[in-house]
């Protein structure tokens, strides 16, 4: 065989440290630098999901993985809720590029001594949230291992939609944002306290309902970009930013901070907004579009896009609204 | 929300025990009857890979994990070969659908303390091992666990052929196999005892090399079945034995038994044929074809296929070649 050091790419050395040192994002990067793409990938890493030629068609894709103790936890909610959460996952991230879902596949890794009742249940969440998109659980791979983990890929048709990339905005575009934001995210800050209510926070972080059908709306209403909200508003809203060249100002008055959010941040003496600029969990979807579109149903405008770089909020660089990063300590 | 147990297929009630109590390919089968499949599902669960419709064309879709000290052990082998292995599992259930692989998506779980060159010699492999089928690395996702594991998903284009799945066998068939056996397994035995030689076999172990365009080449000529050798050729031939309704002969003069094979195992003490019969990391492909077909290059016929259910080995039930099965202990 020959020697694989000699098909590496020139140009890319191999950097020292730990995964936690160079953070997910550089992580990604790093990994990205070293990945050439072929002719038959239309959109690559990068963006919610790749667009693939597939005997003509073009083809959605994407995966996501959800670990016991960082995405989930056992004891926060049943299994069903897990797969219904790790199936939205995918499917907003599908519904992000403009499409819909039609199936996924799901590897699941397990200890030995898990009760088959939370695999089988975890299996109907998937199955349910998947119906919400008229698609079917199509196959998967199980392993024993120490850690309870699941992986899901989606993938997803365009049905003759052009696909929505995070690079497209222009200056001048309205932002607009469809579905929840930092409803999940409260609920998880409710969970991490050990408390179970208020219940509808606590349900949004368990059973996330993503606007699935505004994708494809919006990719036929000519959305310039797109991306859903999973890194948290301020964070995603980041990387359609870097990825079009442009800025993006957010006017936090437009923001929806809704009564439960409200009561809870008082409760814990926070700012109810900061749930709202860098909660994830609840894959709301952000969109560009034109000024003067006509936005489709469920969007509601934000902010604009501006020149310069970054992501202001009422004319501020917001701090500390970085959003989830992993391997970050 | 409603009541998840509402959404419950009747008749599928939840059994007791652990994932170890009922074993993998229980599990696997008390998850399929709980998914129904849609009308652009064309080949479901249960085969090597699932078939989807997607805007006119058939999409090959498949998923598999690689639990570290389950699937491979960072102190056997570079991190390269991990990849290398890692995109051949995925993407020999492509070939043997009869279809080659054009893109992979790959979900990385790591502790914080792993490597970045590490992860990076990973990618190279997994980009390097899809560069055999002209496919990329399109896309992927990484989480912060306790585990090392690594899901490669890859979808594949049957390029106008039609799947060739398990269930299609006919009495009068004969079975064919391409691509080495046992060598990989022999290579791990080798590893397990602390051995780095015979090379030859833990090369075969870190870094196997399937026969790829023998998929298609194999749909080309009309094979009636065709599955990869992962879990041990009479495991698998009896995936395709039950898939089919039928029984299948092999025998075993017909075999190759390599010379490196022979010497390990005269040096362990051990039968070489146990490893020709049950070892699925070189990922062979074994199909069966009508009587009298003029068989792809590289294809040699190793048995047929009768009436009756299950393997035979020269005419007797072989024992304790049942090949890998996670979860039981």
């Known amino acids: ?85 790790a199936a939205a996952a995918s499917l907003a991230d599908v519904a992000a590029m403009g499409a819909r879902g039609t199936a996924l596949v799901v590897a699941m890794t397990a200890p030995a001594d898990l009760e088959v009742a939370w695999a089988l249940r975890l299996a109907d969440g998937l199955r349910d949230e998947a119906a919400e998109v008229r698609a079917s659980v199509a196959g998967g791979d199980i392993s024993r291992s120490t850690e309870l983990a699941v992986t899901v890929t989606a993938i997803g048709s365009l049905e003759g939609l052009r696909a929505v990339t995070r690079s497209g905005a222009q200056v001048g575009d309205v932002v607009a944002v469809c579905g929840r934001l930092g409803w999940a995210e409260a609920g ?16 949004a972080y368990r059973r996330p309902e993503p606007p699935y059908v505004a994708g494809p709306a ?37 923001l929806d901070v ?45 902010g604009e896009v501006v020149t310069g770089e970054g992501v202001r909020v009422d004319g501020a660089e917001p701090e500390g609204l970085g959003g989830h990063a992993h391997f970050s300590r």
Chains 1, 2 share one sequence.
Do not use: N
């Open 1 to 85: 065989m020959s020697d694989p050091a000699a098909k590496s790419i020139p140009g890319t050395p191999l950097p020292e440290g730990t995964v936690a040192d160079l953070g997910e994002f550089g992580l990604i990067s790093a990994l990205q630098r070293r990945l050439p793409q072929g002719s038959d990938v239309l959109i690559g890493p990068g963006d919610d999901a790749a667009v693939l030629e597939v005997d003509g068609a073009s083809v959605v894709l994407t995966t996501d993985v959800l670990v016991s103790g960082v995405h989930f936890r056992p004891d926060w909610g049943p299994a069903y809720d897990v797969g219904r959460r």
């Open 218 to 254: 919006a990719a036929s209403a000519g959305a310039t970009a797109m991306c859903d909200v999973s890194d948290g508003l301020v964070a995603d809203l980041g990387h359609v930013a870097a990825a079009s060249g442009v800025g993006i100002d957010v006017d936090s008055s437009a």
């Open 188 to 203: 998880l800050a409710v969970l991490s306290r050990g408390f179970r209510s208020p219940r509808v926070l606590v349900d």
């Open 258 to 302: 809704a009564e439960p959010i409200q009561a809870v941040a008082a409760a814990y003496g926070m700012d109810p907004l900061h749930w709202v600029l860098t909660g994830g969990h609840d894959h709301a979807l952000v969109a560009t579009f034109g000024a003067g579109s006509s936005l489709p149903e469920g969007f509601v405008v934000i």
